[in-house]
């Protein structure tokens, strides 16, 4: 069974994207379609489900986890448009132009990188408007600043596909939108899904410190559902042995489907 929705498009930087979930899950509010024109054709009228947030979110999460213990890179331009969401529903983290190598000693400790600068264009550089405060103030950056760069990323998705910093590629602009984050995060939190909005809050501290890495954000609550687990077993299940399968197909996918919206029940038979 193939799942998920029948969309592919790389995220613009100008937001407006990855957005249009029925509801938040934080509140009964609908959140409207980004701006129609930011999409292609085939995409205009997509909308994503809580679930398909919820599990994008995640694997994006993964990604990072894999990035930075395993590959021991920074990614350093987290922002929608390094995410690329594939025709099954698959999102992927691309855009690794500006890496750096993790400290060798500890991968949360800061190695020294290039802050944002209006003497370089904007085309070589990465996205402003989610980059950590640490690279800009402090010419420096640790896996933690990614994290602070994924909050913004959920902010975004929450908020009509737009920032919660809009810099205009202006360094002055970015540092004093940066002293009201506090009160922005604030003001977004009754928009994210309840068991979301702990994390996010702490993704955007200012201190690296405070923020959790992505493989304490993997754990949290709000990824411990019973479909998405099921999806991500969908995911690797050619891998498995014929008695997992077997196992999955009988007992743990006849679980959960109630659990699954029907449009993605529906892309499934379709594939």
């Excluded at 929705?5 to 609908?30: D, F, L, N, Y």
């Excluded at 331009?77 to 983290?93: A, Y």
Aim: net charge positive.
């Amino acid at each position: 069974m193939e799942h998920r929705m029948e969309r592919k498009w790389a995220v613009p930087e100008s937001g407006g994207t990855i957005t249009g979930p029925p509801s938040t899950g934080a509140s009964g509010q609908h959140c409207p379609n980004s701006v129609a024109t930011n999409r292609p054709a085939h995409a205009k009228e997509y909308t994503f489900l809580d679930i398909e947030l919820k599990y994008g979110i995640l694997q994006i999460t993964e990604a990072l986890s894999f990035l930075h213990y395993s590959g021991q890179v920074i990614h350093k331009n987290v922002c929608p448009s390094s995410i690329l969401i594939t025709k099954k529903g698959t999102w992927k983290l691309a855009g690794f132009e500006f890496t750096e190598r993790t400290n060798e000693t500890d991968a949360t400790d800061p190695v020294p990188c290039q802050p944002w600068s209006t003497r370089a264009s904007k085309l070589v550089q990465p996205n402003l408007d989610y980059m950590a405060p640490e690279i800009q103030i402090n010419s420096s950056c640790s896996i933690l600043s990614d994290m602070f760069s994924l909050g913004m990323v959920v902010c975004a998705i929450f908020n009509h596909g737009r920032s919660l910093i809009q810099s205009g590629n202006s360094t002055s602009t970015y540092l004093k939108q940066m002293e009201m984050l506090d009160e922005a995060v604030h003001n977004i939190l009754p928009r994210i899904p309840i068991p979301l909005q702990e994390a996010t809050t702490r993704l955007l501290k200012k201190s690296p410190g405070a923020r959790p890495t992505a493989q304490l954000l993997t754990l949290i609550k709000y990824f411990s559902d019973p479909a998405v687990q099921a999806l991500q077993f969908l995911d690797v299940i050619n891998m498995k042995d014929p008695t997992q399968k077997t196992h999955y197909y009988r007992s743990t996918l006849r679980e959960v489907l109630p659990f699954i919206p029907r449009k993605n029940a529906l892309n499934s038979e379709a594939n």
